[in-house]
């Protein structure tokens, strides 16, 4: 299979078959490793105007994805390594609900899905997770909307840390 890199942390498959196992997996941790926001993923849609959007994406520890909410959309997690656990948040910022997540066998959830427009974060808590996103595309930018009560993707990193360990003291 082969793959085209978007950027660091974007790379699309080519064909009409995707297939992934191990040796995909280990690409997409060591990118995540590599690249400053922890993260990588493998599009298995051809490119962002696709109406569904399927997205194996890995995260490092190290990765704080800010509250978000997509206008319009609704998203699908199932993971597949790892735990990750994925915060709602009320419009205000308040801790609406706490989704602790890993894989099938393990007793957490590993299936979930928003279907609203709700503000929203994940936070891993293993070394990597991995799991497969669905979303319904086409992606434009404007379509999401970031929060004003929490540290934005251009926040210094350690406000973002500090942010996401707060949330951890939140947690069960």
Sequence with gaps: M?????????????GPIIRVGSDEIDFLKARATENPRGMARLCAHPGVDDALHEMLIVLSRACCIPPHKHLGKSESFHLVEGKLTVVIFTDEGKVR???PMAPPGSGEMFFYRLSEALYHTVVPMSEFVVFHETTNGPFRREDMQFAVWAPGEDAP??????FVQELIQQFP
């Design 97 to 99: 609900e706490v989704i």
């Design 157 to 162: 990193r350690e406000d973002r840390e500090a």
């Design 2 to 14: 082969k793959l085209i890199k978007q950027n660091d942390e974007i790379f699309y498959a080519e």
